[in-house]
């Protein structure tokens, strides 16, 4: 008798678990970086208003590693019920496939796009006691001494160096390539005047440049950034075709039920919008995108071929 | 004076109610993650990145801030007690904190470190409130040339780390240095002998190797002798330093405080160098360097002032330039920008309340530390007397966790154990960790500045003796290494006489 009270209730919980609605329990938020970078910030800032709106909790797992290639394969890898999503960089998205010969996922057959989350201009910047003043006067350079101009990025493949390598094409030009090991590292030698120039991301440099540490010499958007309203685009200052933006998408295991998505979606585009969050992107310098999954897909297509063109001309794939 | 009003400002931000009990709160989770093994300031500040939103700017910092040097002093607590380094500034402690705790004197070495952290702290907080700005400015000068020839020097000192056979150090060092080879090439990004592992393409974590080769190395070599460890732990004596310890631990301390403050300002890994730094010089000074190694109390003295000032004084160039010389500053980079706040040179400036609170908060957590942890010292003591086959799983278990918590991967918890094995041979075959963590540590930033000062000079060598900088680093590591060199030398001579 107990056994079969048993089963019956069993069987009770299991029909009703699969009709409760979606979600009934712990959402992972996979972050294929470190904790405390731009990617990372997303995901933290959305979590907290996701857990409101649907009542459960939202966990981010840091899982680091090989450019965030090992995040992502563990999104691939991760059941397509909504459980487990991803908030990911450009590279992870638009750049790895072609830089990693041994890649374990594809960025569009693994991975159901859900939105782009934010996006923010890079700034071409440039040390303090550098003697170019403008992009021209840059360019001029570049053209006359290519072998004593200094690029700082933050790592050979990552999304900077292949705004100079871009950069390099349209303008017939080229310099010395200086990788570093992330940003950080990077603009410390742009402050001291060890290396002269570099494409950043706006947030981590807008302080230096309003303190007047670090010399701004365009922004890679298609508008002008309002954080920095006096400063050129690079298809201002002369150079176009260079409109690069550094992303950040949400995206699912490959297969997302329809509904699922749809719940989804709403929620992480509601929290992306949300004023106290909006505001504070927007404080640095990031702008909201949030816009809807077939979009993503097709800026994620537009961003892939034009970096695999950057990478092949540029010879920049790594092995 | 500027200073004093600044000062005050500060202590009127930081000795708010609200503001003190968020110190309180975030040394003393500090301390807690730091004493268990592999569990570092990093996830915990992770975790607690969205809960400080709803806080203002200052006293989100002021508690993340007191994480991160609580868990400086909870670290050498299980280095001294159970030989477990949890953040490369610990493995020295353990050479002879370890040691001391073996010869009952494991309440004497505690209180060492949280004596000689406080001193350290307190004159780091003073330094970060005179002398920040210029400071950060000179730590610029630093080229990747100048920071090549520093790691030199730092190799060279790692020399003295070991207390038994020259040759045995100089073959842990190049093992090191040949582990720290392991994963992505900075210049090409082509993965080194990572064989296609995607866990492996950013090498290997330093908590792994010191995990594995001093933690479950050391469980393995007690589990085989038992019996005399027991014996060995039976007679502990007197908790706090008698009056004869605490003289022979100020010089080291002064030492040790002034190698870490000027160390810890370099963003470029300077801090990290600091406590080893101030451990070889100490052995290589003292009059009682025979004991290194075997539990002298400067040993334990020097490198934990080092470690602490250099902890301290790495907020330097994260305050004034907005630059992080590790990741935890990273990620206090990152609550900044979310509370709204560009960290950068005008922080001082347009925040002075955040700021000076955050300087002056820091030398009250310390003080809340030292209260917090004389006490705690009998009560640790107390621990290490629990039987073996109790402790041992437990500290297994943490050690897992800590492990796991790194980057969220069996992987590390698997390969953990193989360095745990590794720890045991290498303790059959007398040969000493430390030497290798160093090399470990040092080869690839070593190789990274050498790499990059050669693309900036277009390849010309001549950069590492032209700097100023590099080349009195490089000089100081030619006369390092002879000083270093000429006793081991004799030594091996006179013992081929004997024979």
């Known amino acids: 008798m107990k056994k079969l009270i048993t089963a019956v209730a069993l069987a009770v919980g299991l029909v009703a678990q699969a009709h409760a609605a979606y979600p009934d329990k712990a959402v992972t938020i996979i972050v294929p970086f470190p904790p405390g970078g731009s990617t990372d910030m997303v995901a933290r800032a959305i979590a907290p208003k996701l857990q409101q709106s649907l009542g459960q909790p939202f966990v981010i797992d840091n899982r680091a590693g090989a450019t965030g290639a090992i995040g992502a394969t563990a999104v691939k890898n991760a059941a397509p019920d909504g459980y487990t999503f991803m908030v990911a960089s450009i590279g992870v998205f638009a750049v790895n496939p072609f830089i990693q010969k041994k890649l374990q996922y594809d960025p569009v057959k693994d991975l159901d796009p859900i939105t782009v989350a934010v996006r923010a201009p890079n700034v071409l910047v440039a040390s303090p006691g550098f003697p170019a003043n403008t992009v021209a006067e840059l360019v001029a350079l570049l053209k006359k001494t290519p072998e004593k101009i200094t690029f700082a990025t933050s790592g050979a493949g990552s999304s900077d160096h292949l705004t100079a390598a871009l950069f390099w094409q349209k303008t017939g030009t080229t310099g010395v390539h200086v990788p570093y090991k992330g940003g950080a590292p990077a603009i410390t030698d742009l402050l001291a005047g060890h290396a002269d120039v570099s494409f950043q991301n706006i947030n981590a440099v807008i302080a230096h440049i309003k303190a007047g540490k670090l010399k701004v010499l365009a922004v890679t958007g298609d508008k002008r950034s309002p954080l920095l309203p006096q400063v050129p685009t690079l298809g201002e200052a002369g150079v176009p075709d260079v409109n690069v933006f550094s992303w950040q998408g949400i995206a699912a295991p490959k297969g997302l039920p329809a509904e699922v998505k749809q719940k989804l979606h709403a929620a992480i585009v509601a929290a992306l919008n949300d004023p106290e969050n909006r505001k504070r992107m927007e404080d640095i310098g990031f702008e909201i995108v949030a816009n809807t999954p077939e979009q993503m897909a097709q800026f994620q297509a537009q961003e892939l071929a034009r970096w695999k063109q950057v990478i092949e001309v540029g010879k920049i794939a790594l092995d | ?499």
């Open chain 2, 1 to 499: 004076m500027d200073l004093f009003s600044h000062l005050a400002l500060g202590f009127s931000t930081a000795a708010s109610a609200a503001n003190l009990s968020y110190c309180l709160l975030g040394v003393f989770l500090g301390t807690a993650i730091g004493v268990l093994p592999g569990l570092g300031p990093v996830a915990t500040i992770a975790m607690l990145l969205p809960v400080t939103f709803g806080l203002p700017p200052e006293t989100a910092l002021i508690m993340l801030a007191g994480i991160f040097y609580g868990a400086q002093y909870g670290g050498s607590t299980t280095a001294i007690l159970v030989n477990l380094p949890g953040e490369s500034s610990s493995v020295v402690t353990a050479l002879d904190g370890y040691q001391m705790a073996r010869q009952g004197r494991a309440g004497t070495a505690l209180a060492t470190a949280a004596i000689a952290s406080f001193f350290a702290g307190t004159v780091c907080t003073f330094l970060i409130a005179l002398a920040a700005p210029p400071l950060s400015e000179v730590a610029l000068k630093f080229g990747p040339a100048d920071y090549f020839s520093l790691m030199v020097l730092g190799l060279v000192a790692s020399i003295v780390l070991a207390s038994g056979s020259l040759l045995h150090a100089l073959g842990m060092i190049i093992l090191g240095l040949l582990l720290g080879l392991i994963g992505t090439d900075v210049n090409s990004g082509l993965p080194r002998f990572s064989f296609d592992l995607p866990e492996l393409s950013d090498g290997i974590n330093f908590v792994v190797v010191a995990m594995g080769v001093f933690g479950l190395g050391e469980i393995i070599a007690n589990l085989q002798t038992e019996k005399t460890r027991s014996v060995a732990l039976a007679r502990i004596t007197g908790l706090m330093p008698s009056r004869d310890d605490l003289k022979r631990i100020i010089a080291p301390i002064l030492r040790g405080t002034a190698l870490g403050s000027s160390l810890g300002i370099l963003p470029g890994g300077g801090a990290m160098l600091s406590s080893f730094a101030a451990y070889s010089l100490e052995k290589k000074t003292s009059k009682n360097s025979a004991q290194f190694g075997k539990g002298a109390i400067e040993g334990v003295a020097a490198p934990e002032a080092a470690n602490n000032a250099g902890a301290q004084a790495s907020f330097i160039p994260m305050l004034t330039l907005g630059i992080p010389s590790n990741p935890v500053m990273a990620l206090m980079i990152g609550a900044l920008i979310m509370h709204g706040i560009q960290p950068g040179p005008q922080v001082m400036v347009e925040q002075p309340a955040l700021f000076w609170g955050l300087v002056v908060s820091m030398w009250i957590g310390n003080l809340f530390l030292l209260i917090l942890n004389l006490p705690l010292i009998g009560l640790w003591v107390k621990m290490i007397s629990v039987p073996y086959h109790f402790l041992y799983p437990a500290i297994l278990v943490f050690c897992g966790i800590g492990v796991f918590s790194l980057s969220n991967t069996s992987f590390d918890v698997f390969m953990m154990a193989g360095f745990g094995v590794l720890g045991y041979v290498f303790r059959k075959l007398d040969c000493e960790p430390a030497p290798m963590m160093l090399g470990f540590i040092l080869g690839p930033m070593m190789e990274e500045y050498l790499r990059r000062a050669m693309l900036m000079s277009k390849g010309n060598a001549m950069v590492l003796v032209t700097r100023p900088i590099s080349a009195t680093l490089l000089a100081v590591s030619a006369v390092a290494l002879v000083v270093v060199l000429l006793p081991a030398l004799r030594k091996k001579r006179e013992e081929a006489f004997k024979d």
